[in-house]
Structures are given as structure tokens and as C-alpha cells.
């Protein structure tokens, strides 16, 4: 059965770079697209991008310019960097494993943007 | 960004079916964009509930189901349980904002 574990450094300053890393494991990684979703404190979903297996992307335009999602398929690992954070990136961060809908998904990581 | 609209919060008792909506334009769900559902249950990950607008993933209750009408969507939760508190999301695609789209969600509360 497929799992999705996630980490990354969950407390930043305002103008740091935002890197996590979610590794899947039990499940192809080729077969599928990976997909990242961040959730802001009390508030609703929000998709930050997506890629495959080969680095095919595909970004929220409103991100698009700060954010890379990048893949390692030797490691079957996704990674997400967001740069230039402020306090509006504060948020959970999911990883999940899909392209149109998305599941499973990993954990979550919370990250906190704060001076 | 959200532009599919939810109704912030739908209740029933024990047993009851209640129907959450989600309305979107002709942008999104009016373009013929499949819509899919997710449950949040307190402080976990989302999971998919419902893709394609109607089909339930492997494990999912039949007490759930979906549907899709010109610009929106509904999820129906028949034979309410207390299990089912939880937020509930609807996502689909967006031809204006080039990318997939969530609901505002909806906190469904069991009486």
C-alpha cells in the first residue's frame, strides 16, 4: 500500500526559502503524477503544482514564479521549494499522489513564516 | 483563490441524509471539468472521497455519493453517522485560473 512521508524545516524567516521532500513508498513512482497542496491555518485547499515522473510541471500561476517542484525517481522523491516566503505562506503542506484528483496523501507539514 | 463556493456548514442528526453543494461557473465545472471530493477529518490529511464527479474510490462507504449539474455539484451523505463530522472539499479545474481549484468547504456536524 502506498505511503507518502514528508519533512522539511517548519519555521522560517520572512525571505527564506521554503524546502520539503516526500518520499513515497510501496507504490511505482513512474506510473504517476505528484502533486503539492498547501493549507493555510483554519482555512481551505489550495494545489501549488504538480509533476511526473520525467520532471513534466505544471504550477498555480499565481505561484509560479517563486515555486520548483523537482523529482529524484532514484529515490522516489518529490520535492517543493517555494522561495522568498512571507507570512501568507504560512500553511500545511501536503504532498499527494495524483494528477486530476489527488490520494492518497502524505501527512503534512506544517510551516510556520514568522520574524 | 477559492471559486467553487460551499456552504460553510451542514448538520443533521443520526441516520439523516444531507447534501453538500458546491457552485462553480462556467470556468470550471460548467466546462465540463470533473469534480471530486475529499474528507478532512480533525487534524489529518484530506482523502479522497469521491473522483470523477460520481465514482468512489476502493473502501469508501456507499453512504457517499456525488453528482455533477451544469456549473455545479453535490455530495450526498445518506444514513448520517457520527464518523462523518468532518470538513468535506470540492475540487475541480479552472480554465481562467489555469489550474485545479478547491471548494470553501463545508463542516458537516452529526446532531
Known amino acids: 500500500q502506498v505511503q507518502l512521508q514528508q519533512w522539511g524545516a517548519g519555521l522560517l524567516q520572512p525571505s527564506e526559502t521554503l524546502s520539503l521532500t516526500c518520499a513515497v513508498y510501496?507504490?511505482?513512482?513512474?506510473?504517476?503524477?505528484w502533486t503539492w497542496i498547501r493549507q493555510p491555518p483554519g482555512q481551505g485547499l489550495a494545489w501549488i503544482g504538480q509533476?511526473?515522473?520525467?520532471?513534466?510541471?505544471s504550477y498555480n500561476p499565481s505561484l509560479k514564479s517563486r515555486v520548483t517542484i523537482s523529482v529524484d525517481a532514484s529515490k522516489n522523491q518529490v520535492s517543493l521549494v517555494l522561495k522568498s516566503v512571507t507570512a501568507a505562506d504560512t500553511a500545511v503542506y501536503y504532498c499527494?499522489?495524483?494528477?486530476?484528483?489527488?490520494?492518497?496523501w502524505g501527512q503534512g507539514t506544517p510551516v510556520t513564516v514568522s520574524s | 483563490q477559492s471559486v467553487l463556493t460551499q456552504p460553510p456548514s451542514v448538520s443533521g442528526a443520526p441516520g439523516q441524509r444531507v447534501t453538500i453543494s458546491c457552485t462553480g461557473s462556467?470556468?470550471?465545472?460548467?466546462?465540463?471539468?470533473?469534480v471530486h471530493w475529499y474528507q478532512q477529518l480533525p487534524g489529518t490529511a484530506p482523502k479522497l472521497l469521491i473522483y470523477s464527479s460520481s465514482r468512489r474510490p476502493s473502501g469508501v462507504p456507499d453512504r457517499f455519493s456525488g453528482s455533477k449539474s451544469g456549473t455545479s455539484a453535490s455530495l450526498a451523505i445518506t444514513g448520517l453517522q457520527a464518523e462523518d463530522e468532518a470538513e468535506y472539499f470540492c475540487?475541480?479545474?479552472?480554465?481562467?485560473?489555469?489550474?485545479?481549484?478547491f471548494g470553501t468547504g463545508t463542516t458537516v456536524t452529526v446532531l
Open positions: 462556467s470556468s470550471n465545472i460548467g466546462a465540463g471539468y470533473d
Open positions: 475540487q475541480s479545474h479552472d480554465n481562467g485560473l489555469g489550474g485545479y481549484v
Open positions: 499527494a499522489r495524483g494528477f486530476d484528483y489527488v490520494g492518497p
Open positions: 509533476i511526473n515522473y520525467s520532471g513534466v510541471t
Open positions: 510501496g507504490e511505482s513512482f513512474t506510473n504517476y503524477y
